[in-house]
């Protein structure tokens, strides 16, 4: 499967941005998605991940109650709503996608993922 992350983007802190992450090739609807961030000097880190049914999720304690992921199977496309955004959400965010069998799954190791987006651009100025 082949994935585009789109959306980023330059934004005050408390404005919002929504990411979305494309993806095509193989049947998107048996895919556990995620999202992670790598900051400047930072290692990249685990951000938001939704299962294949989109009936679970799961977030970083640092985005709980901020950031909102969703998925919509029908247009293969997953998406990261982030509110209130904060200068230290200041990343490259990437989206992933894993394989499952589980409708339930939902996986937040970055290197229990199988494929990569390109990683979208996201700067909040204080």
């Known amino acids: 499967v082949q994935l585009q992350a789109s959306g980023g983007g330059l934004v005050q802190a408390g404005g919002s941005l929504r990411l979305s992450c494309a993806a095509s090739?193989?049947?998107?609807?048996?895919?556990?998605m995620g999202w992670f961030r790598q900051a400047p000097g930072k290692e990249r880190e685990f951000v938001a991940a939704?299962?294949?049914?989109?009936?679970?999720?799961y977030y970083a304690d640092s985005v709980k109650g901020r950031f909102t992921i969703s998925r919509n199977n029908a247009k293969n496309t997953v998406y990261l709503q982030m509110n209130s955004l904060k200068p230290e959400d200041t990343a490259v965010y990437y989206c992933?996608?894993?394989?499952?069998?589980?409708?339930?799954?939902?996986?937040?190791?970055?290197?229990?993922?199988?494929?990569w987006g390109q990683g979208t651009q996201v700067t909040v100025s204080s």
């Open positions: 939704i299962s294949w049914s989109g009936g679970s999720m």
């Open positions: 090739g193989r049947t998107f609807s048996r895919y556990v």
């Open positions: 992933a996608a894993k394989e499952v069998q589980n409708v339930r799954l939902v996986v937040t190791g970055q290197h229990e993922y199988d494929y």
